[in-house]
């Protein structure tokens, strides 16, 4: 198993009107090949932030964040995009949808991009899409669709091209217990076919189908827990009962 994100002493501060807000403080950990790790914390501990930096979407103060070995704060914006595009894939809170572009269109426009074969590419988004159960809505425009069918066409987006690593800020957010539920298990499903997953979730029974999830307190690491490989849905409620208390001692 090898090593797919390193980061080490990270930091971020946002500097607003002259004040300097310290959000992330030395931040390190590994994600091994295949892990599935969620960020939880309180609301402003830095989780967002801590997803948007070590993916390289935002810029880091300090330290140091590898992916595959490869430095990302050394890299230029281009082979940065280039990175993103083809080795991972983005659920993020903010969706860049393009507005000119039907659903269908958005989902398979990264496939087209990284050069997949567009019969390929097409055949591929409409299996994510029947899978996430809106493929009804492939012609629609992006505003003529509800939060939830927007974030789970996001997930097809970012699982088009097969990511290695997938970065999810919650995926569950809009979605009511079924859309939910079948967004966790494409996440799954995906994790089980290879890419590692690292997550921000405010729900225990989210996080509770995660491999480790990590507490992120005043912008660090407070604790881990290893919860270990979801191998059967009849373990879930052992597993969040086990989260729920550890959370709990973490002060949530
Ligand atoms: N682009 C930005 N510019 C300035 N400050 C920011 C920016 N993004 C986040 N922050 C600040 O960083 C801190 C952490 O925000 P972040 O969104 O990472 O927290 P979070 O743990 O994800 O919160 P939540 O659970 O509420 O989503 C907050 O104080 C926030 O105001």
Known sequence: MSTILSVKELCKTYIIKK??????????????????????GPSGSGKSTLLYTVSGMDSMTSGKVEFNGRDIGSMN???????????MGFIFQQMYMMKKLCVFDNIVLPAYQAGT???????????LM???????????????????????ACLCRALINSPKLLFADEPTGALNSKAAADVMNQLVNANRSGASIMMVSHSIKVAAMSDKVIYLMDGDIQGELELGK????????????????WLMEQGW
């Open 117 to 127: 074969d567009h019969k390929e590419a097409n055949k591929r988004a409409e299996g």
């Open 130 to 152: 029947r899978s996430l159960d809106i493929i009804d809505i492939s012609e629609h425009s992006i505003n003529e669709v509800s939060g939830g069918q927007l974030q789970r």
């Open 77 to 87: 914006r281009k082979d940065l995009a280039k990175l993103r595009l083809n080795e």
């Open 19 to 40: 004040y300097s807000n310290n959000v992330l403080r030395n931040v390190s950990f590994e994600l091994e090949e295949g892990d599935f790790i969620t960020v939880m």
């Open 230 to 245: 979801l191998l059967d849905d009849g373990e879930l409620v052992s597993r969040e009962r086990r989260l729920s208390s």
